[in-house]
């Protein structure tokens, strides 16, 4: 336990340094965009173990999509050019990836009889055999 009684810990904790960082808002915006975009792998990985499947929930172009922000912002106030430049077009194929997303959920089809929803262009319902209107009819 040598290493741990020769921690400067008063170093670690003193003069504005809380875990031997010094804290400002912007360390705590690009904290929070190191934890946001961090976070997005275990949504993931939990979405995929989930269904046993590899998935992308939305919630992982979103934290994405945040988290890039967050870090954009702390780049440019840095002022570091590879930095910035990382996270500066990031943002489009999240967007893009929702935007899919969205379009694919609304295709999708609810069963009047069981209010499952149903792949788009399904004639019947997967899990009751309910028949399904088509969007054309609907509207
Ligand atoms: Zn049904």
Redesign the pocket.
């Known amino acids: 336990m040598d290493w741990f009684t020769n921690i400067n810990w008063q170093a670690g904790f003193s003069a504005g340094r809380f875990f031997w960082i010094e804290w400002h808002f912007w360390k705590v915006i690009g904290w929070m965009g190191t934890l946001v975009f961090s976070s997005r792998f275990i949504v993931q990985w939990l979405a995929t173990e989930k269904r046993k499947r590899v998935v992308v929930p939305s919630a992982f172009w979103w934290l994405s999509l945040i988290g890039t922000m967050l870090l954009l912002s702390y780049a440019i106030f840095r002022r570091d050019s590879v930095f910035i430049f990382s996270y500066a077009f990031a943002w489009i194929p999240y967007i893009r990836n929702l935007i899919i997303h969205r379009r694919h959920k609304k295709a999708h089809l609810e ?1 009047p ?4 929803m ?1 792949p788009p262009q399904s004639n019947f ?1 997967f ?4 028949q399904l209107e088509s969007h054309d009819a609907a509207s």
């Open positions: 069963c009889a069981c209010e499952v149903c319902c899990a009751c055999g309910a």
